[in-house]
Structures are given as structure tokens and as C-alpha cells.
């Protein structure tokens, strides 16, 4: 276990899945060879402690545009890169917001970085035994979800925001080796940042298909994704001709492009591409790309400042939105609605933490939700949450 600002050198065994981001000719040769870990509480700023601790490491995170000149190292034992995970409430820390809840699974610190080199292709861990979950206990009621969406909707009215993403998240008990089903959720389909990332009793899958942040070939990019239907032709007709869910996703796309204007050494921001209907799993999701050039020094730091926690599961005004999650959220965001992917010699790639699952030494925990605008119907959003969690539940109990 990982205590403070520090480091360990032992892990556990490890995952079949490579961690979320790993550039695809890696996967299969990572050996980890240090991790990072810091709590809420530690004291210091965790954005640049994580960047620090990755100079360190021989990681270009001081000036991620020549970064992106790079090439990417193949020799055995030189560092490939490094997983980094950012829990919803360290976001909410850099940004200057409230942390919310506490997180449910408390022993996964909320900053994550391990530094990885290329070694000889691992064989994967053999099969424990069988996995099993147990009854679901929600961390609210739909009625309680409900109530939260009006509550929101009140505060639309009364001005104090435009619009707030509710998330809630529920757990179960388990047995035997979570290792198989954790592998079987990252490997649903349309996940980009597939992958496991595992710690000394804990464990996070992830099957999230949006971008928080991408820095390569000379680009700062993010894809926020908002609006969901069934993907069915109808749902998909449906997707593209809601105003409620193509005015929520306009109102994202201008606080994501204010988030990358704040940035130093980066270029005019444009948006390559608006409201584009794509699939994942069984859901239609409307997502967009935001971009500039990074033209000047840019640091992990300032980039991780900048963008965390994504605005498409915050809200806007972002300071706002966490205020009201704070208030209405009852069970702490814990590795979801963060960030989580890889830092690489010549990239950095980190998805939002949606569609992720954690399991510490007892429980497995999941998380969904969605965004709220003065428009919402309060029944629909909790069927919408729903059926986000759907896959992923499906995909643990498949075994």
C-alpha cells in the first residue's frame, strides 16, 4: 500500500489487462518498476508532485511539446511511460473546488503514477479462483436520484447554474479472483482507454471511450462526450434531433474550449468537430473534438490544472457545478469521473475516468450518471444512468 507522497517498489500480481493508454506496441512488455501515491489530506500540490515525481523518472513532462518530437523508446529497460490516475476529488482540489463525498473506496489514493520499462512479453497470471458478485446496494434510491435532479433544476432556475452532471454509484460484495471480470469490463467494445491499473488491494478497470486530454504531434486535444440514446436507428434519430441534449452538449464544448485557452504556450483553440453521433456498446453518444497547438512550454502540471476534473462530468460554471455536487451527491465519485491513462516519452493521453470500476479486498464499486440542464426529466435521468452502469455490471457477472 502506498502511504503519503511517497513510493514503494512492490506490486501485486499483474493484471491480464495493460493499463489504460498503453500504446498498442507496448502492451504485453511493461514491467512497473516504482509508484507514486498521494491522499487527499498528504498536503502539498498534487499536480505538480505527480509531474515532479515523473521528471524524475526521465519523463518529458516539462515541455510536452518537444515531447511530442520524441520517438518512443524499444530497448529493454529504458522507461516506456507511466499510467496516471487522478481521482474526481484531486481534480476538484487543483481546480480550487470542493472534494465532495468521501471516496467509498478509501485505500486507492487519488493520485496514481506508475512508471513502467520494457522487458520480455509477460505471461498473464493464471486464474484464481472463481469470481462471484453479490446483491447491489445502491448509494441512492431512484427516488433519492430523482429528488437530486430537481434539486439541480431549482438551482438552474434560481441562476446559480447552468448545468450540473449527477453521478451515483453503487457496490456488492464479491469472491474469488476479480481479476477475469475486471479484463472482461476493460475490454468492452468502443472503450479507448481500456485497461486495468492495479495497487497493492485494489484494483480499477476501465472501459471509458472519451478523451479528457491528448498532447501529440504538436496538438492539445479533448473529446468531451454528453448525449446518450439507445442504439437502436430510432435512438440515434432521436440523439441527433434533441435540442435538450445539443444545447447541453454546445454549453461542454465552450467550457472545454475555455479550458484549453487557459492554457500557456498553447494556440487558438478551434473545434474540429460538432456534436458527432457515435457508438458505444449499446448506447448512441454524442461526442466532439476541441483542439490548439501547443506553440510555447507546457508542463504536466499546468495541463492537469487546466482540464481536471473534466467539465462534461462537472458542469458549468465548473466551480459552481462542484458546489452543487457536493451538496446533493451522498457516496463519494472515488476513481470515477476522473483521469486515468498514459504518460508517455513522446504523448500524453488521459481518458475520463467514466465507465470505471473499482474492487478493493471486499467490494466492487460502479459508478453513473449524467448531466442535468434546466430541460431534464427527473425519471429519464435516473433510466439514462442506468443503463450507462448496465454494460458495465453485465460485463462482471459474465464469468
Not at 453479490?134 to 434510491?141: D, H, I, L, R, T
Request: net charge negative; hydrophobic share 40%; with cysteine.
Amino acid at each position: 500500500m502506498v502511504h503519503g507522497s511517497g513510493v514503494v517498489d512492490h506490486f501485486p500480481t499483474p493484471p491480464a489487462s495493460s493499463p489504460p493508454g498503453t500504446p498498442a506496441g507496448c502492451r504485453g512488455r511493461h514491467a512497473p518498476s516504482q509508484m507514486f501515491g498521494w491522499h487527499l489530506g498528504d498536503g502539498g500540490d498534487p499536480a505538480e508532485l505527480v509531474t515532479a515525481y515523473l521528471a524524475a523518472n526521465g519523463l518529458p513532462v516539462r515541455d510536452l511539446g518537444r515531447a511530442a518530437q520524441g520517438a518512443h523508446p524499444d530497448a529493454t529497460g529504458t522507461p516506456c511511460g507511466a499510467a496516471l490516475y487522478v481521482s474526481a476529488a484531486a481534480g476538484a482540489a487543483m481546480a480550487g473546488g470542493p472534494a465532495g463525498t468521501p471516496s467509498p473506496v478509501p485505500g486507492i489514493p487519488d493520485v496514481v503514477a506508475v512508471v513502467y520499462t520494457h522487458g520480455p512479453a509477460a505471461s498473464p497470471p493464471p486464474p484464481g479462483p472463481g469470481f462471484a458478485v453479490g446483491e447491489w446496494a445502491p448509494g441512492w434510491s431512484r427516488a433519492q436520484h430523482a429528488a437530486a435532479v430537481s434539486g439541480v433544476r431549482e438551482a438552474i432556475a434560481c441562476g446559480d447554474v447552468y448545468q450540473v452532471n449527477l453521478v451515483g454509484q453503487a457496490s456488492a460484495p464479491y469472491t474469488g479472483d476479480p481479476g477475469p471480470a475486471l479484463a472482461r469490463v476493460a475490454a468492452l467494445p468502443g472503450a479507448r482507454y481500456g485497461g486495468v491499473l492495479a495497487g497493492d488491494g485494489w484494483a480499477i478497470a476501465c472501459a471509458s471511450p472519451e478523451t479528457l486530454v491528448e498532447v501529440r504531434d504538436g496538438r492539445v486535444i479533448t473529446r468531451p462526450i454528453k448525449g446518450t440514446r439507445p442504439a437502436t436507428e430510432a435512438g440515434r434519430q432521436e440523439l441527433r434531433n434533441s435540442a435538450k441534449e445539443r444545447a447541453e452538449h454546445v454549453m461542454i464544448v465552450d467550457l472545454e474550449r475555455n479550458d484549453l485557452s487557459r492554457l500557456p504556450g498553447v494556440g487558438p483553440v478551434r473545434v474540429d468537430e460538432l456534436f458527432a453521433v457515435r457508438r458505444w456498446c449499446g448506447l448512441w453518444q454524442a461526442e466532439s473534438v476541441i483542439s490548439a497547438p501547443v506553440t510555447g512550454r507546457l508542463d504536466l502540471a499546468q495541463l492537469l490544472r487546466a482540464v481536471c476534473p473534466g467539465g462534461s462530468v462537472t458542469g458549468a460554471p465548473k466551480l459552481a457545478a462542484l458546489a452543487q455536487i457536493a451538496q446533493w451527491e451522498p457516496v463519494g465519485r472515488g476513481v470515477s469521473m476522473g483521469a486515468l491513462g498514459w504518460v508517455g516519452t513522446d504523448h500524453v493521453d488521459l481518458g475520463l475516468s467514466i465507465r470505471t470500476v473499482a474492487v478493493d479486498g471486499a467490494r466492487v464499486h460502479v459508478w453513473a450518471g449524467g448531466g442535468i440542464t434546466w430541460g431534464s426529466d427527473p425519471v429519464a435521468e435516473v433510466d439514462e444512468a442506468a443503463a450507462k452502469a448496465a454494460p458495465i455490471r453485465a460485463a462482471l457477472s459474465a464469468g
